[in-house]
Each structure stands twice: as structure tokens, then as C-alpha cells.
């Protein structure tokens, strides 16, 4: 069989509903038709359009999952809803109007929570130079321990933040998406600490680091990319905090990808977990040439 006959059955396939044995079948001839010898022009358009169509057949498998998971998430809160409802409605003389009001306005505030991460999320992934420099979306230099500063000292956490902060830390970026990333970092802290929470702020080669560390039980190594993941949340974490959406962590990585840097998680010296945001600090990210962009897409405790 030749590979424009092979190209042709693999785009295809792609029009096929995504199932497991579907996607099984797609990739071995998706990597064969990127192996064939040859450096001729058919030989290498048939590359380039595998490769294009690989890109697509990932985003499309993305957005399918994408779709499932929500839909799951959001039929949780409406379900409660409307349970409470029709309860009122049955029993209208045995409903106290204050009691369900609250539940209702309770259930109402998970589901605008989700709602308004998934549009952050949305954003932030969204691609184009419209959205890339849309009004407050053009990046500014932020001091990351001045940053972390003026947002600790704003809050009123159940235990004390301890700050360890170098001065003159300047990266490029939206300072209203750092906040909700140190926002999200220091929630999770807050929530699994036992004594302390540590926010560090430094620098390590041309990256600036902004380090937040607690003592709490840390989380098993198994876990540690999952819970980057949109809609994971870990049991312990479950307990603590039955109204968050599950997307604090997946937003927070979509930024700092976004952001050209990375977000890790490991072992805090205390054994807690040990959040460790990397971006490229300002004057090396100039002296690259890099541009800031929101068209990367990658997976709360």
C-alpha cells in the first residue's frame, strides 16, 4: 500500500467516533507515515499533513474528554438543585423558605465557581494575537516579592505565612493571573498545614522562583503530576474543601505554561508538599526574544 493511499485511509479515520480501538488502529499509521524513506515533495507533504493531522486528532481527543468531564462536574450541583426543588414543591408547608434558600444559593455558587475556571481556563488557552493582547491582557514587569507581599499581608489565613523574599525578582506577565496562581498555592497550603506555610521567592540561573512549602502530609509521588489534572482532587483534599471546583492547580500550571515557565510539586525539608513555580525572570526572557502567549494547553489537590 503507498503512503498517499495510507494518508488518505488515516484522514479518514479521523471522521470516525473517537473509541479506544478506533484511536488503537490511527497511530500505528499515523507513526508509519511519518517514518517513510524519502526526501522527495510527495514524501514530505505526506509528513507535514500527518504531523498536522496528529495535532488535531490530540485536540480533538482533548476537547471529547474535556466535554465529558465537565458535563460530569456541572450535573452534580444541578442535580442538588433541583432535588431541593421539587422537595419544596412537594412539601411546601414542611419547607422552611430560608433554609432552601440558602441551599440553593449554596448549590448556585459551586456551579458559578466552575463556570467562571472554565472560562479563565478558556482564555488563557485561547489563541491569536486578539486574545494574546486584549486590553488588561498585555504583560507588564511584576517584582515577584513584591507581589507575594502586598498579596499576604491582604489576607487572613487560619496560620501565619512565613516570607523569605529577594528582592529585584522581575519577571514579564499578566500580574492578575500571578495572583491567582500564588492565590491557589497558598489556598492549598492553608488548607493541608499543620504549623506553617513558607512562601519563598529567589532566583536560579535566568529562571525567578516563587517556592510555597507546607508541613502538612504531602502528597504520594503517584499523584503528583494527576493533580494537575482538570476536575482531580485527592481525598484529603476532598474532606478539606467540599466547594472547591477541582481546577485550582490545572489553572495555575495553564499560566505558568503560558508564562513560558513550569509548575512542580514535590517534598517540602517539613515532608509537606513543596509547589514550585519557575519563569523566566524579565531581562533573560528580553534577551531571548520570547514573547508571551496563550496558545499552550496542558493538565486541585
Known amino acids: 500500500m503507498d503512503r498517499l493511499t495510507k494518508l488518505r485511509q488515516y484522514v479518514d479515520a479521523l471522521g470516525t467516533p473517537g473509541t479506544a480501538d478506533g484511536d488503537a488502529d490511527r497511530w500505528p499509521v499515523h507513526d508509519e507515515l511519518l517514518t517513510f524513506p524519502g526526501e522527495d515533495e510527495v514524501t514530505r507533504l505526506t509528513r507535514s499533513v500527518t504531523r498536522c493531522m496528529g495535532r488535531l486528532e490530540q485536540a480533538l481527543r482533548q476537547q471529547r474528554r474535556f466535554a465529558s468531564e465537565v458535563s460530569h462536574e456541572l450535573r452534580n450541583p444541578i442535580a442538588a438543585l433541583r432535588v431541593r426543588l421539587e422537595e419544596a414543591q412537594l412539601h411546601p408547608r414542611q419547607t422552611r423558605m430560608e433554609d432552601l434558600i440558602d441551599q440553593t444559593l449554596a448549590d448556585v ?11 479563565l481556563l478558556s482564555r488563557i488557552e485561547a489563541t491569536g494575537s486578539e486574545s494574546r493582547y486584549n486590553g ?5 514587569a511584576v517584582d515577584l516579592a513584591e507581589l507575594v507581599s502586598s498579596e499576604c499581608f491582604r489576607r487572613v489565613d487560619r496560620l501565619g ?3 523569605r523574599l529577594a528582592p529585584g525578582v522581575m519577571v ?3 500580574r492578575n493571573e500571578l495572583v491567582r496562581v500564588l492565590t491557589n498555592l497558598l489556598d492549598n497550603a492553608q488548607r493541608h498545614a499543620i504549623h506553617e506555610v513558607e512562601v519563598e521567592v529567589g532566583r536560579n540561573g535566568h529562571s525567578a522562583e516563587l517556592i510555597v512549602s507546607d508541613d502538612g502530609d504531602g502528597i504520594a509521588e503517584v499523584d503528583r503530576k494527576r493533580i494537575f489534572e482538570r476536575f482531580v482532587r485527592l481525598d484529603a483534599s476532598y474532606q478539606r474543601d467540599r466547594n472547591g471546583t477541582g481546577l485550582g492547580l490545572a489553572i495555575s500550571r495553564e499560566i505558568a505554561h503560558a508564562h513560558h515557565g513550569t509548575l512542580e510539586v514535590g517534598k517540602s525539608a517539613s515532608g509537606g ?6 519563569l523566566p525572570l524579565s531581562d533573560h ?4 526574544g520570547q514573547v508571551l502567549s496563550y496558545d499552550r494547553a496542558n493538565g486541585s489537590r
Open 109 to 119: 455558587d459551586r456551579l458559578e465557581a466552575i463556570v467562571t475556571d472554565l472560562l
Open 136 to 140: 488588561a491582557r498585555i504583560p507588564e
Open 161 to 163: 505565612n512565613k516570607l
Open 172 to 174: 514579564m506577565g499578566i
Open 273 to 278: 508538599a513543596r509547589f514550585v513555580l519557575r
Open 285 to 288: 526572557l528580553a534577551l531571548s
